[in-house]
Protein backbone atom coordinates (compact mmCIF):
# COMPACT_ATOMS: atom_id res chain seq x y z
CA UNK A 1 0.00 0.00 0.00
CA UNK A 2 1.29 3.62 -0.65
CA UNK A 3 2.56 5.87 2.32
CA UNK A 4 0.97 9.17 2.29
CA UNK A 5 2.73 11.82 3.25
CA UNK A 6 0.12 14.49 5.60
CA UNK A 7 -2.37 16.07 3.87
CA UNK A 8 -1.74 20.36 3.21
CA UNK A 9 -5.13 21.02 4.09
CA UNK A 10 -5.52 23.55 6.34
CA UNK A 11 -9.02 24.93 8.39
CA UNK A 12 -9.70 27.44 5.75
CA UNK A 13 -10.03 24.55 3.15
CA UNK A 14 -11.86 22.14 5.62
CA UNK A 15 -14.37 24.52 5.62
CA UNK A 16 -14.78 25.02 2.03
CA UNK A 17 -14.95 21.08 1.90
CA UNK A 18 -17.63 21.23 4.33
CA UNK A 19 -19.69 24.08 3.23
CA UNK A 20 -19.45 22.35 -0.59
CA UNK A 21 -20.45 18.77 0.49
CA UNK A 22 -23.55 20.79 2.28
CA UNK A 23 -24.52 22.60 -1.02
CA UNK A 24 -25.54 18.83 -2.51
CA UNK A 25 -28.85 19.35 -0.41
CA UNK A 26 -29.75 22.68 -1.75
CA UNK A 27 -29.63 22.81 -5.75
CA UNK A 28 -32.46 22.94 -8.12
CA UNK A 29 -33.50 20.83 -10.71
CA UNK A 30 -31.42 20.47 -13.66
CA UNK A 31 -31.57 23.74 -15.76
CA UNK A 32 -29.19 22.53 -18.42
CA UNK A 33 -29.45 19.86 -21.62
CA UNK A 34 -26.97 19.84 -24.11
CA UNK A 35 -26.56 17.53 -27.80
CA UNK A 36 -23.53 15.16 -27.97
CA UNK A 37 -20.61 17.13 -29.49
CA UNK A 38 -18.70 14.97 -31.34
CA UNK A 39 -15.67 15.26 -33.22
CA UNK A 40 -12.89 12.52 -34.14
CA UNK A 41 -9.27 12.68 -32.61
CA UNK A 42 -6.79 9.84 -34.62
CA UNK A 43 -8.11 6.35 -33.98
CA UNK A 44 -10.93 7.64 -31.50
CA UNK A 45 -14.24 8.66 -31.82
CA UNK A 46 -15.17 11.09 -29.38
CA UNK A 47 -19.06 12.21 -28.03
CA UNK A 48 -18.94 15.08 -25.05
CA UNK A 49 -22.28 14.11 -22.85
CA UNK A 50 -23.51 16.22 -20.35
CA UNK A 51 -24.10 14.91 -16.80
CA UNK A 52 -25.64 18.26 -15.78
CA UNK A 53 -24.46 20.67 -13.15
CA UNK A 54 -23.12 21.42 -9.97
CA UNK A 55 -23.36 24.80 -8.25
CA UNK A 56 -20.52 25.40 -6.00
CA UNK A 57 -19.97 28.26 -3.63
CA UNK A 58 -17.93 31.26 -4.15
CA UNK A 59 -15.68 29.71 -1.50
CA UNK A 60 -15.37 26.29 -2.79
CA UNK A 61 -14.57 28.34 -6.92
CA UNK A 62 -12.36 31.22 -5.27
CA UNK A 63 -10.77 30.94 -1.71
CA UNK A 64 -7.84 33.18 -2.75
CA UNK A 65 -9.82 36.09 -4.00
CA UNK A 66 -11.68 39.04 -2.44
CA UNK A 67 -15.17 39.73 -3.30
CA UNK A 68 -14.19 42.66 -5.12
CA UNK A 69 -12.23 39.99 -7.17
CA UNK A 70 -14.57 37.51 -7.47
CA UNK A 71 -17.64 39.38 -9.04
CA UNK A 72 -16.82 39.87 -12.42
CA UNK A 73 -15.42 36.19 -12.41
CA UNK A 74 -18.21 34.83 -11.11
CA UNK A 75 -20.44 37.33 -13.07
CA UNK A 76 -19.02 35.96 -16.07
CA UNK A 77 -19.46 32.45 -15.54
CA UNK A 78 -23.11 33.49 -15.26
CA UNK A 79 -23.02 33.63 -11.27
CA UNK A 80 -23.16 35.71 -8.02
CA UNK A 81 -21.37 36.35 -5.09
CA UNK A 82 -22.56 33.23 -3.58
CA UNK A 83 -21.19 30.97 -6.43
CA UNK A 84 -21.99 29.81 -9.51
CA UNK A 85 -22.50 26.79 -11.45
CA UNK A 86 -20.16 24.62 -13.49
CA UNK A 87 -20.95 21.74 -15.84
CA UNK A 88 -19.89 18.24 -15.99
CA UNK A 89 -19.00 16.79 -19.25
CA UNK A 90 -18.35 13.42 -19.88
CA UNK A 91 -16.32 11.14 -22.87
CA UNK A 92 -17.84 8.56 -24.86
CA UNK A 93 -14.64 7.08 -26.71
CA UNK A 94 -14.98 4.49 -29.46
CA UNK A 95 -11.95 2.68 -30.64
CA UNK A 96 -12.34 -0.20 -32.24
CA UNK A 97 -15.34 -2.72 -30.38
CA UNK A 98 -14.73 -0.67 -27.11
CA UNK A 99 -16.96 1.82 -25.69
CA UNK A 100 -15.21 3.65 -22.92
CA UNK A 101 -16.31 6.27 -20.52
CA UNK A 102 -14.22 8.85 -18.69
CA UNK A 103 -15.89 8.93 -15.18
CA UNK A 104 -19.29 7.92 -14.58
CA UNK A 105 -20.71 10.89 -13.33
CA UNK A 106 -22.73 11.98 -9.96
CA UNK A 107 -25.70 9.35 -10.56
CA UNK A 108 -27.86 10.19 -7.48
CA UNK A 109 -24.85 10.49 -4.89
CA UNK A 110 -24.52 14.16 -5.43
CA UNK A 111 -26.49 17.27 -6.28
CA UNK A 112 -30.05 17.08 -7.85
CA UNK A 113 -28.68 19.49 -10.84
CA UNK A 114 -26.09 16.43 -12.01
CA UNK A 115 -26.36 12.40 -12.51
CA UNK A 116 -28.23 12.97 -16.36
CA UNK A 117 -25.73 10.90 -18.21
CA UNK A 118 -27.32 7.78 -18.13
CA UNK A 119 -30.37 9.50 -20.24
CA UNK A 120 -28.32 11.17 -22.37
CA UNK A 121 -26.34 8.01 -23.29
CA UNK A 122 -29.82 6.66 -24.32
CA UNK A 123 -30.63 9.39 -26.05
CA UNK A 124 -27.78 8.79 -28.35
CA UNK A 125 -29.11 4.83 -28.47
CA UNK A 126 -26.04 3.88 -25.99
CA UNK A 127 -27.57 0.93 -23.47
CA UNK A 128 -25.19 0.65 -20.42
CA UNK A 129 -24.37 -2.86 -21.09
CA UNK A 130 -22.30 -1.63 -24.27
CA UNK A 131 -20.22 0.22 -22.49
CA UNK A 132 -16.67 -1.57 -21.79
CA UNK A 133 -14.31 0.34 -19.92
CA UNK A 134 -14.59 3.03 -17.73
CA UNK A 135 -11.75 5.00 -16.54
CA UNK A 136 -11.82 7.09 -13.31
CA UNK A 137 -9.57 10.18 -13.03
CA UNK A 138 -10.22 9.96 -9.64
CA UNK A 139 -13.28 8.73 -7.02
CA UNK A 140 -14.78 12.30 -6.28
CA UNK A 141 -18.70 11.68 -6.08
CA UNK A 142 -19.55 13.84 -8.95
CA UNK A 143 -17.07 11.70 -11.09
CA UNK A 144 -17.55 8.25 -9.52
CA UNK A 145 -21.21 8.43 -7.74
CA UNK A 146 -23.14 6.31 -11.29
CA UNK A 147 -20.72 3.66 -10.67
CA UNK A 148 -23.45 1.35 -8.76
CA UNK A 149 -27.69 1.75 -9.18
CA UNK A 150 -29.87 2.35 -5.74
CA UNK A 151 -30.27 -1.24 -5.50
CA UNK A 152 -25.95 -1.62 -5.40
CA UNK A 153 -25.85 -2.93 -8.59
CA UNK A 154 -23.25 -1.72 -11.52
CA UNK A 155 -25.03 0.48 -13.98
CA UNK A 156 -22.35 -0.30 -15.78
CA UNK A 157 -22.01 -4.79 -15.95
CA UNK A 158 -20.16 -5.48 -18.58
CA UNK A 159 -17.46 -3.04 -18.22
CA UNK A 160 -13.96 -3.42 -17.23
CA UNK A 161 -12.45 -0.37 -14.68
CA UNK A 162 -9.14 1.77 -14.60
CA UNK A 163 -8.35 4.00 -11.71
CA UNK A 164 -4.70 5.22 -10.40
CA UNK A 165 -2.98 3.04 -8.51
CA UNK A 166 -2.62 5.85 -5.66
CA UNK A 167 -6.14 6.71 -5.66
CA UNK A 168 -7.56 3.63 -4.74
CA UNK A 169 -4.55 2.95 -1.88
CA UNK A 170 -5.83 6.25 -0.77
CA UNK A 171 -9.37 6.01 -0.49
CA UNK A 172 -9.50 2.01 0.32
CA UNK A 173 -7.22 2.72 3.41
CA UNK A 174 -9.11 0.39 5.99
CA UNK A 175 -7.43 3.38 8.41
CA UNK A 176 -9.03 5.80 6.59
CA UNK A 177 -11.00 7.84 9.24
CA UNK A 178 -8.12 7.78 11.99
CA UNK A 179 -5.38 8.59 9.84
CA UNK A 180 -7.31 11.80 7.30
CA UNK A 181 -9.14 14.63 8.08
CA UNK A 182 -13.21 14.35 9.28
CA UNK A 183 -13.40 16.70 6.34
CA UNK A 184 -12.63 14.14 4.03
CA UNK A 185 -14.56 11.19 5.81
CA UNK A 186 -17.71 11.36 3.64
CA UNK A 187 -15.97 11.53 0.48
CA UNK A 188 -13.96 8.27 1.45
CA UNK A 189 -17.72 6.85 2.16
CA UNK A 190 -18.88 7.53 -1.36
CA UNK A 191 -15.52 6.57 -2.93
CA UNK A 192 -15.14 3.43 -1.62
CA UNK A 193 -18.63 2.71 -2.23
CA UNK A 194 -18.03 3.35 -5.70
CA UNK A 195 -14.52 1.97 -6.07
CA UNK A 196 -14.79 -1.22 -3.37
CA UNK A 197 -18.49 -2.08 -5.90
CA UNK A 198 -16.13 -2.93 -9.00
CA UNK A 199 -12.90 -4.37 -6.66
CA UNK A 200 -12.72 -7.71 -8.41
CA UNK A 201 -12.98 -6.11 -12.29
CA UNK A 202 -10.14 -2.55 -11.85
CA UNK A 203 -7.06 -2.45 -13.17
CA UNK A 204 -4.82 0.49 -11.02
CA UNK A 205 -2.87 2.22 -13.42
CA UNK A 206 0.20 3.93 -13.61
CA UNK A 207 1.42 6.87 -15.06
CA UNK A 208 2.39 5.82 -18.61
CA UNK A 209 -0.22 2.62 -18.76
CA UNK A 210 -2.27 2.22 -21.83
CA UNK A 211 -5.97 1.50 -21.51
CA UNK A 212 -6.33 1.15 -25.08
CA UNK A 213 -3.34 1.58 -27.65
CA UNK A 214 -2.85 5.36 -28.37
CA UNK A 215 -4.75 6.18 -24.67
CA UNK A 216 -2.15 6.76 -22.03
CA UNK A 217 -2.13 7.47 -18.38
CA UNK A 218 -0.97 10.70 -17.13
CA UNK A 219 -0.35 11.61 -13.37
CA UNK A 220 -1.70 14.98 -12.31
CA UNK A 221 -1.98 14.64 -8.61
CA UNK A 222 -3.37 16.72 -5.96
CA UNK A 223 -7.14 17.53 -6.99
CA UNK A 224 -6.94 14.05 -5.27
CA UNK A 225 -4.12 11.88 -4.38
CA UNK A 226 -4.16 9.89 -7.49
CA UNK A 227 -6.02 11.99 -9.61
CA UNK A 228 -5.15 10.70 -13.34
CA UNK A 229 -5.58 12.54 -16.83
CA UNK A 230 -5.56 10.99 -20.16
CA UNK A 231 -3.47 11.45 -23.06
CA UNK A 232 -5.06 10.61 -26.49
CA UNK A 233 -2.22 9.94 -29.93
CA UNK A 234 -3.51 12.34 -32.88
CA UNK A 235 -3.07 15.58 -34.49
CA UNK A 236 -1.87 18.01 -31.61
CA UNK A 237 -2.25 15.22 -28.93
CA UNK A 238 -5.48 15.23 -26.51
CA UNK A 239 -5.32 15.72 -22.91
CA UNK A 240 -8.40 14.63 -20.89
CA UNK A 241 -7.52 16.97 -18.23
CA UNK A 242 -10.78 15.61 -15.48
CA UNK A 243 -10.12 17.87 -11.94
CA UNK A 244 -6.74 18.79 -12.84
CA UNK A 245 -8.11 22.24 -14.27
CA UNK A 246 -11.76 22.59 -12.50
CA UNK A 247 -12.37 25.93 -14.85
CA UNK A 248 -10.84 27.29 -17.75
CA UNK A 249 -12.46 30.48 -16.45
CA UNK A 250 -10.72 31.02 -13.20
CA UNK A 251 -7.89 29.71 -13.74
CA UNK A 252 -6.68 30.59 -16.82
CA UNK A 253 -6.34 33.98 -16.14
CA UNK A 254 -5.00 32.76 -12.57
CA UNK A 255 -3.50 29.60 -12.82
CA UNK A 256 -1.71 30.70 -9.39
CA UNK A 257 -5.01 30.52 -7.78
CA UNK A 258 -6.20 27.29 -4.82
CA UNK A 259 -9.28 25.36 -5.71
CA UNK A 260 -11.25 24.03 -2.45
CA UNK A 261 -12.05 21.22 -3.38
CA UNK A 262 -7.94 19.90 -3.75
CA UNK A 263 -6.85 18.01 -1.29
CA UNK A 264 -2.95 18.93 -1.72
CA UNK A 265 -3.55 22.27 -2.81
CA UNK A 266 0.02 23.20 -3.29
CA UNK A 267 0.66 20.06 -5.19
CA UNK A 268 -2.72 20.45 -6.78
CA UNK A 269 -1.55 23.87 -8.09
CA UNK A 270 1.63 22.88 -9.45
CA UNK A 271 0.59 20.49 -11.65
CA UNK A 272 -2.27 22.56 -12.93
CA UNK A 273 0.82 24.45 -14.07
CA UNK A 274 2.95 21.69 -15.58
CA UNK A 275 -0.50 21.14 -17.21
CA UNK A 276 -1.05 24.23 -18.66
CA UNK A 277 2.37 25.06 -19.86
CA UNK A 278 2.97 22.00 -21.33
CA UNK A 279 -0.38 22.48 -23.15
CA UNK A 280 0.04 26.00 -24.34
CA UNK A 281 4.06 25.03 -25.62
CA UNK A 282 3.00 21.81 -27.63
CA UNK A 283 -0.42 23.06 -28.43
CA UNK A 284 -1.91 19.95 -27.14
CA UNK A 285 -6.12 20.18 -27.41
CA UNK A 286 -7.95 19.66 -24.09
CA UNK A 287 -10.91 18.31 -22.29
CA UNK A 288 -12.02 19.28 -18.93
CA UNK A 289 -14.59 18.20 -17.18
CA UNK A 290 -16.09 20.81 -15.44
CA UNK A 291 -15.31 23.78 -18.27
CA UNK A 292 -18.29 25.20 -20.01
CA UNK A 293 -19.94 22.43 -22.48
CA UNK A 294 -18.26 21.10 -24.27
CA UNK A 295 -14.91 21.96 -22.70
CA UNK A 296 -12.79 21.23 -25.50
CA UNK A 297 -10.62 23.60 -26.71
CA UNK A 298 -6.72 25.03 -26.16
CA UNK A 299 -4.56 26.87 -23.90
CA UNK A 300 -2.61 29.82 -25.23
CA UNK A 301 -0.35 32.22 -23.12
CA UNK A 302 -1.63 35.61 -22.07
CA UNK A 303 1.40 36.78 -20.23
CA UNK A 304 2.10 35.13 -16.98
CA UNK A 305 -1.53 33.34 -17.42
CA UNK A 306 -3.58 32.02 -20.45
CA UNK A 307 -6.76 32.44 -22.34
CA UNK A 308 -8.78 29.48 -23.51
CA UNK A 309 -9.69 29.12 -26.92
CA UNK A 310 -12.66 27.14 -27.80
CA UNK A 311 -12.10 24.62 -30.82
Known amino acids: MTNFPPLSINRRELLS ?47 DASPEVRAPILASMGGDLSGAQVRANV ?16 GGNFQASAGRLADNLKEIGIEPTSITKIVFTH ?4 HSG ?48 DLLAVEDRITRVRHGDEILPGMSVINTPGHTPGHISLELAGRDNLVITGDACTS ?26 TLLDRAAHEKLKLLGYHWSYPGVGYAERAGGAYRFVAG
Open 17 to 63: LSAGAALASLAGPPAFAAKPHRFVHGDFDISVLSDGFLTLSADILLP
Open 248 to 273: EVIFFQHPEWHFGFDTDADLALKNRR
Open 146 to 193: ATTLADGHLLYPNAQYYVGEAEWDFWTDKNFETRRPAALHEFAKGAQR
Open 139 to 142: AHPD
Open 91 to 106: PLIRHGNDLVLIDTGA
